[in-house]
């Protein structure tokens, strides 16, 4: 199985490189940080790299700090194992340039949860049935019979809280709740993930929604609601982009419509859309597909190039 060819992988490298995607979320540092535990105690050299820098909102989990976004690293170092989590492919990990300038032998693992996933490592462990990818990594450290740290379950259980919005979205299944509880008896610190990033709202940042929902409307011909965040917001209200975090969860509890989709304006010109539905026969993960996005059905994502301006009356992506 592929679990055993990671592990043997693992065992033979010398100097390992864990990814986090772009933007990371709670599930993607959460994976790169329990990793990060998993090899202190193996006592493997291993370096962490997210391609952004993650938001200090995740600053209490062990190990954040250890976490680099300097593209350097990939020529500085030697890396013999590239492992890469959360990610469906390597532009969604903001590295598929990086690696491809890399000029020394490597083997590449892939582990992700995303049924998008175009399955792009030389070894790939992908399950689209987890909720979160610290679910994989928790059945991962399990078949290791590796022992979980207090730490390792609290970055663990952080990726299941972010991926199933504090257990309330549709990625919430059986699997979730019990690793869940496993993980907190295991230590996890559920309040202290919670109290970061679920009760961590500001008076300027609940202002900054409120700017953000007036510009809500709703698309009859799609059945989708669209909220829009301007660059200009985020200066406007002194907010940096952890508090767009969760609008897009937020606004999926609206009545009567099919689906949402958050447009967020960012630096260098992009546009990330958010898009999420309660609905079991829909799948936005198709409408991410045809912005080269992707994700899950109930949740997914993409990034194009433009901004957001309004013309004729209307809002438009120039």
């Known amino acids: 199985m592929n679990r055993k060819k990671i592990a043997n992988a693992i065992s033979k490298a010398v100097h390992i490189l864990v990814v986090g995607h772009r933007k990371p979320d709670g599930d993607a540092i ?19 790299f997210c391609v952004d820098p993650p938001g200090s909102d995740f600053a209490f989990l062990s190990g954040f700090k250890k976490i680099s976004h300097d593209p350097n690293i990939f020529r500085e170092k030697r890396f013999d194992l590239i492992i890469v989590c959360d990610s469906s492919d390597l532009v969604y990990a903001g590295i598929d340039r990086l690696i491809n300038e890399v000029d020394y032998p490597y083997t590449l693992v892939n582990i992700d949860h995303h ?10 462990l992908v399950e689209p049935e987890m909720s979160s990818n610290t679910q994989i990594l928790y059945r991962f450290f399990e078949c290791l019979e590796a022992p979980l740290t207090r730490d390792m379950a609290t970055c663990l259980l952080t990726g ?16 979730s709740l019990e690793y869940a509880s496993i993980l907190q008896s295991k ?7 919670t109290q970061y990033l679920e009760r961590n709202k500001s008076i300027s940042t609940l202002k900054f929604w409120g700017n953000v929902l007036s510009r809500l ?8 609601a669209v909220a829009l965040i301007l660059e200009d917001d ?21 009545e009567g419509v099919k689906a949402v989709m958050v447009l967020k304006e960012s630096k260098g010109g992009e546009i990330r859309g958010s898009l999420r539905t309660t609905l079991d026969e829909v799948d936005v993960s198709k409408i991410a597909g045809y912005f080269g996005g992707g994700g899950h059905a109930k949740a997914a994502g993409f990034t194009v190039k433009g901004e957001l301006k309004r013309q004729d009356g209307r809002w438009r992506i120039i």
């Open 234 to 254: 985020f200066r406007k209200y002194a907010q940096d982009e952890k508090a767009a975090a969760g609008i897009a969860n937020f606004l999926n509890g609206l």
């Open 217 to 224: 409307f709703y698309n009859p011909r799609y059945g989708i």
């Open 187 to 193: 230590g996890a610190r559920l309040y202290k993930i």
């Open 30 to 48: 959460g994976s790169i940080l329990a990793l990060s535990h998993f090899f202190d105690s193996q006592n493997k050299r291993h370096k962490l």
């Open 115 to 124: 049924k998008t996933n175009s399955f792009y490592g030389d070894i790939n």
């Open 160 to 175: 299941i809280v972010t991926d199933t919005g504090c257990f309330s979205n549709q990625a919430t299944n059986f699997k």
